[in-house]
């Protein structure tokens, strides 16, 4: 008996890897965070697994759970939204499957800044404009952020920047990143990537608030910032030069 903790990917049911839609497909007993994860997934489900949404229960709840399944020698699929390392709450539940002696494997998933990456064909990480990508999110009621961690001091990197869980408090995102980005810089938000109700805006840091209701971007949305986000910048690597040469290729020199 084992417990997966299989990465869902953004929404598409298609997002999921082979490996986690194969496991999924096996197991008999399969818990999956309702608010995030698109209930049509369990249509990979073998005949008669026994599916539970986590959304209405508590840690506790979950646990024992974890216990019938390990009792009746069943395999568990816990699916989590995008990938179960970013904002998964997925440690806490492994401490207590160290503690309770069950063993565990994560399955990683497709996250959803890579997915609104790919859906807008952004490269997070250009030559000769930043090398950094930051992952974040704003002080919310379920998990503080460390005040090491405020808004103001990672922009300071101008580093690409993709904030999660923060589509409540875009007013104060907005007002603590103009403290180092230029108001021209390009920012993007992605609501449901992936899901038939996606929606992207493209503006900038000055404009963002004047062009969208932020009513309309509270759940499920990525908020983006970086030069990297205007397609017209960047310079070429040196990977692909003529005159560069690596171990699998030899350059033309220079004359
Ligand atoms: C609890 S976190 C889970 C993140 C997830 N583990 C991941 O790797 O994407 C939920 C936040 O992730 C982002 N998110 C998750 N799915 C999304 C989607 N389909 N489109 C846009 N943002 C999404 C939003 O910022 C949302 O508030």
Redesign the pocket.
């Known amino acids: 008996m084992k417990v997966y903790f299989i990465g869902a990917g ?2 598409a049911v298609d997002l999921i890897t082979v490996r986690g839609a194969r496991i999924l497909a096996e197991a008999e007993m399969v818990l999956y965070a309702g608010s ?1 994860v698109n209930s049509e997934m369990l249509d990979y489900c073998r005949k008669g697994a026994r599916t539970i949404n986590t959304a209405q229960l508590n840690l506790d709840e979950q646990q024992r759970l974890y216990l019938e399944a390990h009792a009746n020698n069943w395999d568990v699929a816990r699916l ?5 390392a ?3 709450a997925t440690a806490e539940q492994t401490r207590r499957l160290d503690k309770l002696g069950i063993a565990y494997e994560i399955i990683p ?1 497709v ?3 890579l ?2 990456a790919a859906v807008m064909n952004f490269e997070l990480t250009k030559p000769g404009i930043t090398q950094t990508v930051i992952l974040t999110r704003t002080t919310g009621r379920a998990s503080p952020v460390p005040e090491d961690e405020a808004l103001s001091l990672l922009a300071s990197h101008k580093a690409t920047l993709c904030i ?2 923060s ?1 409540g408090n875009l007013a104060r995102v907005v007002s603590e990143l103009r403290c180092s980005y230029s108001p021209n810089t390009p920012v993007a938000l ?6 038939p109700q996606e929606k992207i805006y493209r503006g900038t840091l000055e404009r963002v608030l004047h062009e969208i209701n932020p009513a309309e971007w509270v ?4 908020f983006i910032i970086g030069e990297v986000l205007d397609s017209a910048k960047g310079e070429d690597s040196r990977l692909y030069h003529s005159a560069y040469s690596h171990r699998f290729r030899k350059g033309t020199p220079r004359e």
């Open positions: 953004p929404g995030l989590h939204s995008g990938d179960p970013i904002y998964g998933g996250s959803s800044f997915s609104a999660f869980l589509g992605i609501h449901k990537v992936s899901w759940l499920s949305t990525l």
